[in-house]
């Protein structure tokens, strides 16, 4: 039986710090509830000298990785480095050399997690990350444990903070995008470049983790549908509210007969649903199972001592197994192949805006589109004049599939009497 | 290592039938979690010979307890009788012939939790409860797991189906209680005698099993502060809606220096807080963590199917603890004695309604109570009459101790001008 466990961090930024406290701050009952104390060995930095404020001794921090992944005192690596080349590579490393990994990289997880958690089973370790998805929110662990013997159909989150975050604000403060993203800068919500999150990438990474999971399967990224924020116009805010909804950047998987479908986009959430109600920088995941039924699990989905609050967590469940001696043992579901849904199989309602010219007999030549394709509508609304001399046609549909949406959209853009679809959203949160 | 599990299922209602059919339905999808086929292999029923909707075959459903609990190729006993005496028994019985145990039982995990997990650890056998609060929400696996690594601060629950079921019927739908009630025993949510619920006596038992976990301590039942649904007054809902509330029965637990408060009670929460929008026989969880911050856990509160998954997920995670060597083998966080803080250290906001003699000066004899009192006002209203010559007035405290809120009620009693407090309220959700 060890006396102590040591861990080797990688990396020292919000995240690492974060740890570092959380185990300083905690101390006591971490080693009381594990019943040995848990030690930060060696810090791997990119310049060991700078001045840090922290309770760790400066000699711990160094440049070079090897020095950590290959102490052979240290036994467990913990990665929070970021990026994907190096964070991988030190990742294989610790994992050959036999030591548990907890990472909170989800580029790194999303891309090559099925090739890292088998070779984490080859080398009888731990490969846990919870971190990469939902900050503090323990999703994977419920989707492991918690939900152990149920079978998920559905996922639909909010796993990005800062296109939440932007969303809340120009909704509730009626702030422009401009304003509200700038302000997230500011709070620290949002990167530099904040591409990966207003594009959707960054939830489209960790809706591939979380499908993955939830559906015994390896989900590939390139697999996700996927629309970024600038597809949202103005004035569709207020639409949205006007007919009950509100706009979300979400995520949405769902297995059934037919296959995968995943999917980030904007789509306009029912007020009535939990998810509509996830402000600020909060990240919710929605989970349908087959017995379980509805679930749903909130809190923040970024932020240093959130996000270190669940690499922590992993800590802990990776210290215990190496005590109990039953590290690299996770359950493992059968793992099935998927194919991805297509158009004509992906069903949903869809919300479109669109711009005519106000002449007469334009009604009846929309709903003909419609009524083209086999798709029935549960409202029509005209709504306020776009100052061109057009006016705004508000068309909600009934369960339509994919392919009959883009073959309307691709109609509309063809009919004379309209100057173009202003914008359309997928409509969520019915099925309640 | 065993080649197969054996279950030993005490009791065969709702929740039994339900962990027979996921055990059925997820068969193969468990067996290859687990590495080994998972069993039912004996069923204590009240009446064996019965006719039943079920796989289990006929022969192996008994009268007998002993013959369930004493079965050497029995390794796990599933607890689903409900009541007290006879589950308490059952369960210690088990854990002292070696076996682990998975109940869903909140009444003897309330009363004898502390107890019965101290015998378990003697025997050193798993004790798992994840259904007894909550129904289908991984909510104790949550605290014990994924949040392992913080320190709970204060947790708000909405952990009685049966009574959020019925003030989501009051406010949406304008029922009465009695019809709301009603409607809630048709569809099976409320029990024949629904009095466990509308008292807030089950919501204060499973706020006992959260606050000990979250808190590390042995919480007492008889030191949570209950009041039930029969404070609430015709009208209140109304009221609360114009102010910007929903009223919840919610349970409150929290930790400081001062010791513990804990409380099951009709309360005003802010309409913005996610607890709020939790409606019909939904339960969540919302839990202020020292590091991770804000999270909430929401999911169905009851029924078969989600509560047997809970059950399903302890089995589960019971035999790979028993197929891994590593049962009874759960973390202990340091055990803290506690004290039960006075009601001056209490501190919350209070929403007063006061019936009042329409009479000159009537408010400011009012206004002066609460200064009295050292209390300051955020909202003073005066409300419709209520066609017996008075007219109600709305206080809305800023924060006070409960024993300042006492007094101010004491005082108002013996105030001529005031015909008397028809209601009154605590204010949660605003710490967002």
Redesign the interface.
């Known amino acids: 039986m060890k006396n102590e466990i040591n861990i080797g961090l990688l990396g020292f930024g919000v995240v690492g710090s974060?740890v570092a406290?959380?185990?300083h701050?905690?101390q006591?009952?971490?080693s009381?509830?594990?019943g040995v104390p848990v030690k930060i060995k060696k810090v791997l930095v990119k310049d060991a000298t700078k001045k840090r404020d922290t309770v760790l001794a400066q000699e711990i921090f160094t440049t070079d990785s090897d020095e950590v992944i290959e102490d052979p005192s240290i036994d467990l690596i913990v990665e929070v480095i970021g990026g994907t080349i190096e964070a991988k590579q030190a990742i294989e490393k610790a994992l050959r050399a036999g030591k548990g990994v907890v990472t909170a990289n989800k580029d790194v997880m999303a891309q090559f997690g099925h090739e890292l958690l088998k070779l984490a089973d080859e080398h009888k370790c731990d490969l846990f990350y919870?971190a990469s998805v939902g900050g503090?929110?323990?999703l994977i662990?419920?989707l492991e444990?918690?939900?152990?013997?149920?079978?998920i159909r559905a996922l639909t989150g909010i796993v990005n903070g800062t296109t939440n975050f932007i969303l809340t604000k120009m909704k509730h403060e009626k702030k422009t995008y401009e304003e509200a993203l700038a302000e997230a800068t500011e709070l620290g919500f949002a990167e530099a470049d904040p591409s990966a999150d207003v594009d959707g990438m960054d939830a489209a990474r960790k809706m591939t983790i979380l499908a993955s999971l939830a559906f015994?399967t390896e989900v590939r990224l390139e697999d996700v549908f996927v629309r970024g924020m600038k597809d949202i116009q103005n004035g569709d805010l207020a639409l949205a509210e006007q007919f009950g909804f509100t706009v979300k950047m979400a995520g949405f998987a769902k297995k059934d007969d037919d296959g995968i479908e995943i999917s980030v986009e904007p789509v306009f959430i029912q007020n009535?649903h939990?998810l509509a109600?996830?402000?600020n920088e909060?990240n919710?995941v929605y989970v349908y199972?087959?017995?379980?039924?509805?679930?749903?699990?909130?809190?923040?989905g970024a932020?240093s001592?959130?996000t270190?609050?669940?690499v922590?967590?992993d800590?802990?469940?990776a210290c215990?197994n190496l005590l109990?001696g039953?590290n690299g043992?996770r359950?493992?579901?059968?793992q099935h192949a998927y194919t991805v849904k297509e158009d004509k199989q992906i069903i949903g309602r869809y919300f479109h805006r669109i711009s005519v010219k106000d002449e007469v007999g334009v009604l009846s030549k929309l709903a003909s589109v419609y009524s083209n394709h086999g798709a029935s509508l549960a409202t029509v609304v005209q709504h306020e004049g776009d100052n061109n001399g057009g006016v705004d046609l508000i068309m909600i549909t009934h369960s339509i599939s994919r392919q009959q949406h883009l073959d309307i959209m691709n109609e509309l853009h063809n009919t004379p009497a309209v100057n173009g679809v202003v914008s359309y959203y997928r409509v969520e949160g019915e099925n309640r």
Chains 1, 2 share one sequence.
Request: charged fraction near 20%; glycine fraction near 12%; hydrophobic fraction near 35%.
């Open positions: 974060g406290e959380i185990l701050r905690h006591e009952d971490l009381h509830k594990l919870e503090g929110i323990p662990r419920t444990d918690g939900l152990a013997s149920d079978r015994s009535s939990p109600s996830v402000n909060f919710a199972g087959d017995t379980v039924g509805e679930t749903m699990f909130y809190g923040p932020g001592l959130p270190a609050t669940s922590t967590g800590i802990v469940a215990r109990l039953v043992k359950l493992h579901a059968p």
